[in-house]
């Protein structure tokens, strides 16, 4: 059986070459700290992909994307790193995360989704998925309802997962250097009131929590909009929720500044119009892909697909070498499991390339 894998006989030298293009441009020390935490996962049988079926190979395995972003997160001290990456690694086994999100009911996933910051299809000028979550539209509500089904609360990751397993791997395949992919916010706290935002306390606390601890170095930017007059009082709880290194990527815009700082970032046709730019896109609507990403995806861009998806890089079964393609996973009423290839994508290098056909034991 053929599987995609890391080539034990490739020298230092080669690894860099076959490394996406942000790993290539890191410094030596930073290099040796990121194999000497694959050594430490090696050593201590610490890996992302345990559970896996069959010889597929995601973006979402034990690979420099995930590695490098633990790294970061722990100032490059790959020990400090490995101790929060086989925490991780130990909690995803735990509560089966990866099956529980190909094996999602869709309409359940989609009901968490709601309640999640949404992906609005765009892009940031830097290429980093713009994200968009707008409070006063959640309803406490749908929250106890959330709990009522799910008391353990597991299924609140999904769409965490929907953006490492999906969106960011896509959004970095669409970017030239193929860069690490991360996540830009907008919240939008336009109508929220004090009673409002003490309803979903509990919920953006576990919600801040997840991101730092399981979820490092994800965001690139976060902005807040629409602050109301008590917002200086609910700062000083946010910024217990998330360490300094989320919060020092916060910004706060004030009305009269939001237009003009925002499309300094995002460009205004792949800006919401309710903040100004010029895309038809409001909160809880799917995703509306720009014209590059509608190319890559074909028909999914027009009949967007619900539930969990994935991108996935596969072996072509004719030609040996890597594939990738954009698989929908999920469950009907979690009785009919699905598993449907929605895209075919042209090779590319820039994801694929990390990875040797190697024959396995």
Request: contains cysteine.
């Amino acid at each position: 059986m053929m599987r995609l894998s890391r080539s034990s006989t490739l020298s230092s030298e080669e690894e860099v070459l076959m490394a996406l293009p942000f790993v290539r441009k890191l410094s030596i020390p930073q290099r040796k700290a990121l194999n000497d935490l694959k050594e430490l996962c090696i050593e201590n049988n610490v890996s992302w992909s345990a559970g896996r079926d069959g010889p597929r190979y995601t973006i979402t395995d034990n690979d420099d994307v995930t590695l490098v972003r633990y790294l970061k997160a722990r100032d490059w001290k790959a020990p400090l790193a490995f101790k929060q990456y086989s925490t991780t690694v130990a909690w995803r086994n735990k509560i089966q995360l990866d099956e529980l999100y190909r094996t999602a009911d869709i309409e359940h996933f989609e009901a968490i989704s709601r309640l999640m910051p949404r992906w609005t299809g765009r892009r940031s000028r830097r290429g980093v998925p713009l994200f968009v979550y707008s409070v006063a539209k959640i309803r406490p509500e749908d929250l106890v309802c959330t709990s009522s089904k799910d008391p353990s609360l597991s299924s609140v990751f999904l769409p965490a997962e929907y953006s490492s397993q999906f969106v960011q791997p896509l959004c970095a395949r669409l970017h030239p250097d193929g860069a690490m992919p991360c996540l830009m916010h907008i919240i939008d706290l336009n109508g929220v009131g004090v009673k409002h935002f003490w309803s979903l306390r509990s919920h953006l606390q576990k919600a801040a929590g997840m991101a730092t601890s399981h979820y490092p170095e994800s965001v690139d930017k976060i902005f807040i909009v629409g602050a109301p007059s008590f917002f200086p009082t609910i700062w000083g709880y946010i910024t217990k929720w998330f360490d300094p290194a989320i919060t020092s990527k916060i910004s706060v815009l004030p009305a009269a500044k939001s237009l003009e700082v925002l499309t300094h970032h995002i460009h205004p046709d792949d800006l919401p119009k309710c903040f100004g730019g010029e895309l038809e896109w409001e909160y809880g609507n799917h995703p509306s892909v720009d014209k590059e990403t509608e190319a890559l995806l074909g028909d999914l861009a027009e009949d967007w697909v619900e539930g969990p998806l994935e991108y996935v890089i596969d072996e072509d079964d004719k030609t040996g070498f890597p594939k990738e393609s954009i698989v929908a996973v999920g469950s009907d009423g979690g009785t009919r499991t699905r598993k449907a290839v929605l895209a075919s994508l042209p090779y590319s290098r820039i994801l694929s390339d990390r990875y040797l056909w190697a024959e396995s034991p």
